[in-house]
């Protein structure tokens, strides 16, 4: 006879054929932390086609097993917010599959692919890892449609264009509409053109997902606008990476969560993702330069620079905003990846101006900037936010766990950790450590929440009929050792994780299976 826990029997061993058989896979003896937040239970788990067959006590052989004694089994993680554009290039992605990431959600920030159709059957083609969803990007549209002339809002023969390339790729299975409200060129769009291209997404059953406008003391302005779209488009919205950047900006957890929380109350569908880290990453020039600087591409740029009189405002306005952040100089701000001269990076401005300039007064910080951004740009890492703010949203309900990072080039800069860590590190440091969270919740706002927010079917629960993406660690053992300084290190504790019933990690090895697919829209 079976014998089973009577909780947690979902499927009895006899399958949906009706006849008893041998399993592709049985996980035995593991804890599993389901992904729905219910409480953690010992039981095994079948593996057939793909699919999870049955999770209870599983008598029937596997032809493969695993003994998952003392380890967790959940649901592979969904990261909704990464930028893996390039994920074709760096298929395998170990960065990610390494923190227990089987499904990445790719197109943030307003920045994507422009043919989803195509991003997909390439995926297909070269074969990947793990599972690839898209948003389309606001300024990728943008871009195409409205070309270098960006400040300004688009005439309706453009607006109508750019819906049509959003409904183009929301047929190809796009999930959603993203914005990059601080980048060019979305920087110069108005509500009205976010809500018009949002309808679109919304009529396919898309969602929103902003990195919005401000981040800083003005928060409150961006998301008054996060909220119109989600209202006049009638679409739920995503603020993606939450923070409080700054500050100036610091200690208002609570009142933006009350924001929240009442946008939600007034029936707007509204969610968060968030990584478990102090300081932001994107390029130095976006985050430190004034975009009506940038407006037009790099060669416009180099010629204000060359403008005494255009060069002395974009310095004014570079000392007004480090005054105003409070910030005193550019110490928080750090070089990341600077392709032309590899030595910056690493360095802090001040650090790179003493190297570049023999100075590092704040007008050679500032000339340093400037000059990296003429030089083609660079990716920078920014330390600006509050553990405090941090721990609160993390704690919130609608808040999942996402990295904002891409497929990582083992050894290439130095990187923002969050890519090789961020999973790891909410499990290390939030739930083992500190108990901000309790593990079954960790592992909801990396699976089950992303997956119902983002519409990905029958993914992101252990549930019978749900495809078998399927991580095994050791909650005791799981840990992040990327660090600011030195972030070329994979997550460890994670021994097995499983893409649509393929093992892609096998007792700590990596195999050369790559079972990932396309993931589009209600799928
Ligand atoms: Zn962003």
New binding site residues.
């Given amino acids: 006879m079976i014998r089973s826990l009577a909780s947690l029997v979902l499927a009895s061993l006899v399958t949906l054929t009706g006849r008893a058989q041998t399993y592709d896979l049985v996980i035995r003896g593991g804890l599993i932390i389901d992904g729905s937040g219910r409480p953690a239970q010992r039981a095994d788990v079948a593996v057939q086609d793909g699919r999870i067959a049955a999770i209870g006590k599983i008598t029937s052989p596997g032809r493969a097993e695993i003994d998952a004694a003392g380890h967790a089994v959940a649901p592979g993680f969904i990261d909704v917010?990464t930028h893996s554009e390039d994920i074709a290039d760096l298929p395998v992605a170990e960065n990610f599959l390494r923190m227990g990431v089987t499904t990445i959600v790719t197109g943030?920030?307003g920045g994507s692919t422009l043919n989803v159709a195509e991003f997909f059957a390439t995926l297909t083609r070269t074969g990947v890892a793990v599972n690839v969803a898209t948003l389309i990007g606001h300024n990728t549209v943008r871009l195409k449609i409205m070309g270098g002339s960006f400040a300004r809002p688009p005439t309706a023969a453009e607006l109508d264009q750019m819906r049509k390339l959003v409904d183009q790729a929301m047929r190809d299975g796009a999930v959603g509409l993203s914005t990059?409200l601080i980048y060019l060129p979305g920087t110069f769009a108005r509500t009205d053109e976010i809500v018009a291209l949002a309808k679109v997404a919304s009529s396919h059953g898309g969602i929103y997902a902003s990195?919005m406008r401000y981040e800083d003391i003005r928060i409150r302005e961006a998301l008054d606008e996060l909220t119109t779209v989600a209202r006049e488009a009638r679409i739920p919205a995503e603020v993606?990476?939450l923070k409080l950047s700054g500050p100036t900006a610091w200690g208002r957890a609570e009142e933006i969560i009350a924001y929240l929380d009442a946008a939600r109350a007034s029936g707007l569908q509204i969610t968060h993702d968030q990584y478990a880290y102090t300081a932001s990453s994107?390029g130095i020039g976006a985050n430190l330069i004034e975009a009506e600087f940038r407006e037009g591409g790099a060669k416009r740029y180099r010629e204000r620079l060359a403008d005494p009189a255009t060069k002395a405002r974009m310095v004014a306005a570079m000392k007004k905003s480090i005054v105003e952040e409070k910030r005193g100089d550019y110490t928080f701000a750090v070089i990341a990846n600077f392709k032309p001269d590899p030595r910056a990076n690493g360095l802090t401005v001040p650090q790179a101006a003493k190297l570049f300039r023999g100075s590092d007064t704040l007008d050679d910080q500032i000339e340093t900037i400037l000059e990296i951004e003429a030089r083609g740009g660079a990716q920078g890492v920014f330390h600006g936010m509050s553990e405090d703010d941090l721990r609160k949203f993390l704690a919130q309900p609608f808040t999942m766990v996402a990295s904002?990072a891409g497929p990582r080039k083992f050894g290439d800069a130095v990187p923002h950790p969050r890519g090789y860590g961020n999973n790891a590190r909410v499990l290390s440091r939030y739930v083992r450590e500190q108990k901000l969270i309790a593990i079954e919740e960790a592992v909801r706002k990396m699976t089950s929440l992303p997956a119902q927010t983002f519409q990905l079917k029958n993914r992101g629960e252990l549930r019978p009929g749900f495809v078998a993406d399927i991580v095994i660690f050791d909650p005791e053992k799981v840990t992040d050792p990327s660090t600011f300084s030195d972030p070329h290190h994979y997550a460890e504790g994670f021994t097995d994780i499983i893409v649509n019933g393929t093992p892609v990690i096998r007792a700590g090895q990596l195999t050369e299976a790559r079972p990932g697919r396309p993931v589009r829209l209600n799928e």
């Fill in positions: 917010h943030n920030c990059g990195h993606s990476h994107t904002d």
